[in-house]
């Protein structure tokens, strides 16, 4: 409710996703996305992402890549939310 309330919305969100990203080094960078469903996990769609074409740490690039592939898959349909 206090998400809803902060971010005006006019009914509370029922699908939350969020992304963080982990730097293994240089070469090996990757990123998970969880997601809740009326404030509970749903397992079954969380997803492991490895980043590619960058040339070290950079969360800012990494998070651009995630979100740009994510919303993809929804906009071609391989990836449906609930």
Same mark, same amino acid.
């Given at each position: 409710? #206090?998400?809803?309330?902060?971010?005006? +919305? /006019?009914?509370?969100?029922? !699908? #939350?996703? &969020?992304?963080?990203?982990?730097?293994?080094?240089?070469?090996?960078?990757? &990123?998970?996305?969880? %997601? =809740? %469903?009326?404030?509970?996990? #749903?397992? *079954?769609?969380?997803? !492991? =992402?490895? $980043?590619? /074409? +960058?040339?070290?740490?950079?969360?800012?690039?990494?998070? *651009?890549?995630?979100?740009? !592939? !994510?919303? /993809?898959? =929804? $906009? /071609?349909?391989? =990836? +449906? +939310?609930?």
């Amino acid at each position: 409710e #206090l998400l809803g309330a902060m971010l005006g +919305l /006019n009914s509370l969100p029922k !699908r #939350l996703e &969020a992304y963080d990203i982990s730097n293994l080094g240089s070469d090996d960078i990757v &990123a998970s996305m969880t %997601v =809740f %469903v009326d404030g509970q996990p #749903l397992k *079954r769609d969380y997803k !492991r =992402f490895k $980043l590619e /074409n +960058l040339t070290g740490p950079d969360d800012y690039g990494s998070m *651009r890549q995630v979100i740009e !592939r !994510r919303f /993809n898959h =929804f $906009l /071609n349909g391989s =990836f +449906l +939310l609930e």
